[in-house]
């Protein structure tokens, strides 16, 4: 079976992009390999961030705040998907990146803008993770290997959608 190669966007690639990339790469159907980025990463990952993807079972040592340009060049992973989970991202111009793949946006707020309590803030990282979950979920149960790249790229913007 065919891996595919996701990578998520956020603008400083501490928080929502970083629950994409550890969903994907833990996923049940071991159909992709998460990758995260930003367009102005920050310095660390955000603490909530990272213990969720710890208890999705990620190693946390891959966990880091880095620039989207790392998978701009010609040695990186080829992407199947290109996903911005922020709207700033989504505002902002790509890079080019090598192999066309397909892209969407799948808008989620940002729970490191929560304030109130740990658990107030642990749990808005829950919704995102639960939100990109259901996604991820629901990309793993199309027939990829069966669609071209126009019906993949409907399909991709459709789970923006739910």
Request: hydrophobic share 40%.
């Amino acid at each position: 079976m065919k891996k595919y190669n996701i990578l998520f966007l956020c603008t400083h690639n501490s928080a929502r992009s970083v629950l994409g990339e550890a969903l994907a790469s833990t996923h049940q159907s071991g159909r992709f390999v998460g990758y995260s980025a930003g367009s102005t990463p920050g310095t660390k990952v955000n603490p909530f961030a990272a213990e969720i993807a710890q208890n999705l079972g990620y190693e946390t040592h891959n966990l880091r705040s880095k620039s989207w340009d790392e998978y701009a060049s010609p040695d990186a992973p080829v992407m199947d998907f290109i996903i911005t989970v922020c709207d700033d991202a989504a505002g902002e111009v790509c890079p080019v990146w090598p192999g066309h793949p397909a892209t969407a946006h799948w808008g989620f707020a940002d729970p490191s803008k929560v304030e109130g309590s740990d658990e107030d803030k642990r749990q808005a990282f829950k919704d995102v993770m639960w939100g990109l979950k259901k996604r991820i979920d629901m990309l793993a149960a199309l027939p990829l290997e069966t669609l071209d790249a126009i019906s993949i790229h409907h399909e991709l913007k459709n789970l923006a959608k739910v």
